[in-house]
């Protein structure tokens, strides 16, 4: 699925909802939300969707930080936007977000930064002379996703600068 298609599909669920909250969005799109300790360490689950019986649930590690909770909500919400059709009664793992060994995780990570991320935020940003890294502390999120936001606007044709850094799957074992 192209960068195009999914940003059409995050432009389609912010009209659909009104929603920007994750927290909101699941609700609003009758999503079992369900909050389970998972532990902490690099091996430990972050979070998963999954589809049976047309009933829809995402589980949350309640042990991460409520930040990375809200972030976490958001990739498996794109799942259930995106392959919900894939998923059939398997349920979408997510060990290491931001992995791009995945084609899913990819793109759920893709829809993520781009409905967290408004393009006119993170372009202000930019434009106050902040570096990349600052950007995403002001912005209150992890490097990689400023990094996927980066990705949609060069895709958009917004010039930008070149950023500092690659995402890369394993930035969570560090969390």
Avoid: W
């Avoid at 995106?82 to 990570?109: C, M, P, Q, V, W």
């Avoid at 902040?130 to 060069?154: I, Q, T, W, Y």
């Avoid at 895709?155 to 930008?160: A, H, L, P, Q, V």
């Amino acid at each position: 699925m192209s960068i195009e298609t999914i940003s059409k599909e995050v432009k389609r669920i912010r009209k659909k909802y009104a929603e920007k909250d994750p927290y909101a969005l699941c609700r609003a799109m009758k999503i079992s939300l369900i909050f389970k300790s998972m532990g902490t360490d690099c091996e430990s689950c972050k979070g998963f969707y999954f589809y049976q019986s047309r009933k829809q649930a995402i589980v949350i590690n309640s042990d991460l930080p409520e930040e990375l909770q809200r972030i976490i909500l958001m990739h498996e919400i794109a799942h259930a936007v995106l392959h919900r059709k894939s998923s059939g009664i398997k349920a979408f793992h997510d060990f290491a977000l931001f992995d791009e060994t995945s084609i899913f995780e990819y793109e759920a990570n893709i829809f993520t930064a781009d409905y967290l991320l408004e393009d006119d935020e993170v372009l202000g940003l930019l434009n106050e002379d902040l570096s990349f890294f600052g950007a995403a502390c002001r912005l209150n999120v992890p490097a990689e996703l400023l990094d996927f936001k980066f990705r949609v606007l060069k895709r958009k044709g917004y010039k930008i600068i070149d950023h500092p850094m690659i995402a890369s799957s394993n930035f969570l074992k560090k969390v």
